[in-house]
């Protein structure tokens, strides 16, 4: 079983769809990591997380610590935000990340 | 934040050669770390580059394969050596800023 797990592990949707992405983890961590990665290669760090929840323009990430689950929210999906998402966690002192194996994510138009 | 170069962005190698992937950094950075992606899969750690000092490669990754230079605090080189189709991959390089890691936008590596 991976330290780091996602669902699911791929999602087509409708432009406008509202859009989660699930990651557990089962170590323990400092931050958990949100990450973007477009067809080119190149990935974008999205969120890191410790608590709480954060938001950024039509993005949302919470955490839950006692039950080791992490969701990202996706509003009024856009074709544009077809990627993969992967999320990863890290430990206090070490900015060694756990990956988990992504989400393909394609928007339709 | 860090913004991160690679070069080169994509090459087609014939088995049996070496490429040499360089990352730019445009500020002073400790810690680099070197990736590989295959098709398909999520990003497996190669090695930790710290100025000033040997790499330290994860297990499955060796030194003579995947030799890493690292002369500076914003510049690293990722050599891969006496390539095979298998070695097809995304090379990305990162780097540790504030307490979360920025990444380069890949090297697309194949192959023949």
């Known amino acids: 079983k991976n330290e780091v797990e996602q669902s699911p592990q791929n999602l087509t949707a409708q432009e406008g769809e509202f859009i989660t992405i699930n990651c557990s983890y089962s170590v323990g961590i400092s931050a958990l990591h949100w990450l973007q990665q477009h067809p080119g290669g190149g990935i974008v760090s999205l969120f890191m997380l410790s608590s709480g929840k954060k938001k950024h323009g039509r993005l949302i990430a919470t955490i839950n610590i006692q039950e080791k689950h992490s969701s990202l929210h996706i509003t009024a999906s856009h074709p544009r935000d077809s990627a993969v998402y992967i999320c990863?966690?890290?430990?206090?002192?070490?900015?060694?990340?756990?990956f988990g194996t992504g989400t393909r994510l394609k928007v339709l138009a | 934040s860090a913004v991160i170069s690679q070069k080169p962005s994509r090459d087609i190698c014939q088995r049996g050669t070496s490429l040499t992937i360089q990352c730019q950094v445009d500020?002073?950075?400790?810690?680099m770390f070197w990736y590989r992606q295959q098709p398909g899969q999520s990003l497996t750690l190669i090695a930790t580059?710290?100025?000033?000092?040997?790499?330290?490669?994860e297990s499955g990754f060796v030194i003579d394969k995947f030799p890493i230079s690292r002369p500076n605090l914003t510049f690293s080189t990722l050599t891969v050596s006496n390539m095979s189709p298998e070695d097809s991959s995304i090379y990305l390089c990162?780097?540790?800023?504030?307490?979360?890691?920025?990444f380069g936008p890949g090297t697309r590596l194949l192959v023949l």
């Open positions: 990863a966690v890290s430990s206090s002192g070490t900015y060694k990340y756990i």
């Open positions: 580059a710290n100025q000033g000092s040997e790499a330290t490669y």
């Open positions: 500020s002073q950075v400790t810690m």
């Open positions: 990162s780097v540790g800023w504030g307490e979360t890691q920025y």
